[in-house]
């Protein structure tokens, strides 16, 4: 069986594997005589192998997802009060501890991806990865505002969209993160191409642009008096600190001691519980808690074996992962309000969290394989 990189793709949506299992970011003619073939390296190895764990890393944080939203719903049915409902509270408080690892850890996964797994050899193949998360991103918006529109009528609708134009989309929270990805993988991928020596000119005058807009539109707004929403098409220090480590952890070639990362997770989740209750809620994710956390998950799934039979699914469920991702508060709001309540005792109200999570899991990653057998992902995602 022959190994290839196909774990750059597509979540965190930055996917270079093609169905058929050849690596879609071919070098060209001269760049594959480059290396002499029988040369040995860090390169070559990630080159010729099939990170499974990756692939377990993002379904995991996928579900990881849903799950944390799952707890916003649990948290919002209470006000954030343990008095208005004891089980409800500390469930969706712990629950949202124990899955905060998930945004870090797509940053670290994109990080890989772009520094070590595959990293771009031009500027046109970075401009068309970028364009697959951009072209998902923009129809999602369009769709969760005019959702918006129409189940939940707020005022405003029209500034809503203004404010989406600037990263703000707030009838789809979730999507803050592409807002942050598609800048940062900018970056990143002008780093991998400049130490590539290439002249990514294009990718160079994108970042400055990118960086120089809020400046430019604040000097806009005292000249002209106009308001301007905030521009959220940037990423935050923290963000750019779990993609390099990210990279560096990752590419480990191999572990021992897994199961002392086991216990570091059993140890810090409560942790994060416990400092959501009394210090912050939500903790941010750039916290030394938060980041420790994310640590641990990563090291206690790396160069995790997948059973030969399980990786079919473990492939089919990787690939639908940015999909599930896009969707599934279309499906965690109705099916949160059916089971979700303030008043459920700890049995129930862990019964309807699981039933939750489950459904939502389920449904959201069966569409996206549905509209990906139908070849809509490259608009769906």
Do not use: N
Not at 98 to 113: C, D, Q, S
Not at 127 to 136: E, T, Y
Request: glycine fraction near 8%; include cysteine; proline fraction near 7%.
């Amino acid at each position: 069986m022959r190994f290839t990189t196909s774990s750059t793709a597509p979540w965190p949506p930055q996917g270079t594997q093609p169905r058929d299992g050849r690596p879609a970011d071919r070098p060209g003619r001269h760049a594959r005589h480059a290396r002499p073939a029988g040369a040995a390296g860090p390169a070559g190895a990630e080159a010729r192998e099939h990170r499974w764990d990756i692939d377990v890393l993002r379904i995991v944080c996928s579900v990881a997802v849903i799950a944390i939203h799952t707890a916003g719903y649990l948290l919002t049915a209470v006000k954030h009060d343990p008095d208005r409902g004891l089980a409800s509270y500390w469930l969706g408080t712990g629950l949202d501890g124990l899955t905060r690892f998930a945004v870090p850890l797509f940053f670290a996964m994109a990080g890989w991806a772009v520094l070590v797994g595959s990293p771009p050899r031009s500027g046109t193949v970075l401009r068309k990865r970028l364009v697959r998360v951009f072209v998902p991103m923009v129809v999602w918006t369009v769709f969760y505002l005019v959702w918006a529109a129409y189940v939940d009528d707020p005022p405003g609708i029209a500034g809503l969209t203004r404010d989406a134009l600037f990263g703000s989309i707030r009838p789809a929270y979730h999507l803050w993160y592409l807002y942050s990805y598609i800048p940062l993988i900018l970056l990143l991928g002008l780093v991998a191409l400049l130490r590539s020596s290439a002249r990514p000119w294009g990718a160079a005058i994108a970042v400055l642009l990118l960086g120089a807009a809020p400046y430019a539109l604040g000097d806009l707004s005292t000249a002209t008096g106009w308001h301007f929403p905030a521009w959220k098409w940037q990423f935050a220090a923290y963000q750019a600190g779990y993609a390099v480590i990210g990279a560096l952890l990752l590419s480990i070639p191999r572990l021992r001691g897994r199961l002392w990362w086991v216990a570091a997770v059993v140890l810090l989740t409560p942790a994060v519980a416990v400092y959501q209750d009394q210090v912050k809620f939500p903790v941010p994710y750039g916290s030394l808690l938060v980041a420790a956390l994310s640590v641990a998950v990563l090291m206690s799934l790396l160069r995790i074996r997948v059973p030969e039979r399980l990786r079919p699914w473990v492939s089919k469920l990787s690939a639908a992962s940015f999909g599930a991702y896009l969707v599934h508060l279309v499906i965690l709001r109705p099916v949160s309000d059916q089971l979700l309540s303030a008043g459920h005792g700890w049995a129930a109200a862990i019964g309807a969290t699981l039933a939750c999570v489950l459904i939502t899991s389920v449904v959201a990653f069966g569409l996206t394989m549905l509209w990906q057998k139908a070849k809509l992902e490259r608009l769906l995602g």
